[in-house]
């Protein structure tokens, strides 16, 4: 699996619009392609505007080729966005996820450790 990173600081009045283009616009088109898995958004306030981070998950780097075309790593940022944001990264990060770790998992008795007591 393939996390992909992009950030952008958003005019504060604009920010939940921008939230409003994720959920209406990006994020019903990546679900719609093979290999798109999951997006988050991930917002803080700054003094300068309202920073955003969001972060999506594929299957692999072919799969994003079919969102983001031949040079993976080119930001896609329609106009629109550009408009509402102070700054943003023209270039993504790419990340393979090695391991996930849910929030909950069967003890394994092998890694099960002695419970001392407390005085």
């Known amino acids: 699996m393939i996390s992909r990173h992009w ?6 009045d604009a920010a939940d619009r921008y939230v409003e283009h994720l959920e209406r616009e990006t994020f019903p088109q990546l679900a719609a392609l093979p290999g798109f898995i999951r997006a988050s958004i991930l917002r803080r306030e700054l003094a300068a ?3 955003f981070q969001v972060v999506t998950l594929w ?13 993976v790593d080119a930001a896609v940022v329609p106009a629109s ?5 102070l700054s943003y ?6 990340y393979e996820v090695v391991r996930t770790f849910p929030a ?9 450790r002695p419970r001392t007591k407390r005085p």
Do not use: W, Y
């Open 89 to 94: 990264d023209r270039r993504v990060a790419h």
């Open 81 to 85: 966005v550009q408009a509402m944001m």
């Open 59 to 71: 299957e692999s780097l072919a799969a994003i080729e079919a969102f983001a075309g031949q040079d």
């Open 7 to 12: 950030n952008g600081l958003c005019k504060r």
């Open 104 to 112: 909950f998992e069967e003890p394994r008795p092998d890694l099960a």
């Open 49 to 51: 505007g309202t920073d």
